[in-house]
């Protein structure tokens, strides 16, 4: 490994790329990071730390120019409020996949989870009473960098809400699923009573194997209700927006922060709070320069200092 093999993978990576017609820094930033991270390990090991100099290591990486092209904030299209709402009541409760598939676009929400964690959270780990989500690795929830951590649902509206608890009740209850089996389980193909045909209108004790199944349900439902599909993560970008626009101070938008899970709130700030043009310009709007308002001062330096300081800490973190 040299200088000259790390320019070389970097250009063969482009060219590639560029017989493809595709065009994606992210792709190769992190191609090229986690490369980065594997021979750092590999300079350490015995055999290697004479073959392997930490100087040339540092070539396996894009110039600051298409680094900033990366981290700079993209604007992702996500579902509204109005629209998870009508998804959800577009469904006609029939069966008991109607049922689940109505909690889960609920659940969604209200919850911010990532698809995959959804995909594999038990009935146990989430509290109906308290509105109380574990996300616990050991219990199988497979979270980012399988982190444990405690959230809760936000209340953004009151009939989602109610699809969510119902159905945990009805799995509790009716289905006597216990505390391992699944939130959301997989549909259960049975054979219909005297035919020899075979029908999926129930659920069973049984985890997807993986999250593909709950963008089949979305694009299926969308479909169905005429409406635009919208994929799993985008519904977390729609619970940061709408938690965010509720935030009144600085101790709020640190618990927004950490209830989707980030240590940091200039995590949560950088990766979902960025605003579409139209939002910017309603925002501007609404300032109120008037001397009547400066009051409020105080509280602008101190969300500026807990911002700063967070961003002080992700500089260090992610240089």
Known sequence: FNRSRAIGFKNWFEDRQSKRGVSNPTSMYHTLRHLRSFFAWLAGRPGYKSKIAYSEIEYL????????????PHPVRFPSLEYVVQLANSIKVETEIDRRDQALIAFLLLSGMRDSAAASLPLGCFDRGKLTINHDPSEGVKTKFGKAYLTCLFRFDDQLLDYVTTWAEYLEKDKLFSSTDPLFPRTRVTQAPGSLSFCADAVGPFFWKGAGSIREILKSRAKAAGLEYYHPHTFRHATAHLAIRGCNSPEEMKAISQNLGHEQV???????????SHRVEELIGMLDFSPESRDRAAVLEEMERVFLKAKKTLTKRFP
């Open 61 to 72: 990486a894009l110039d600051r120019k298409r680094v900033q092209e990366v981290h700079s």
């Open 266 to 276: 200039m995590t949560t700030l950088m990766t979902y709070g960025n605003l579409d």
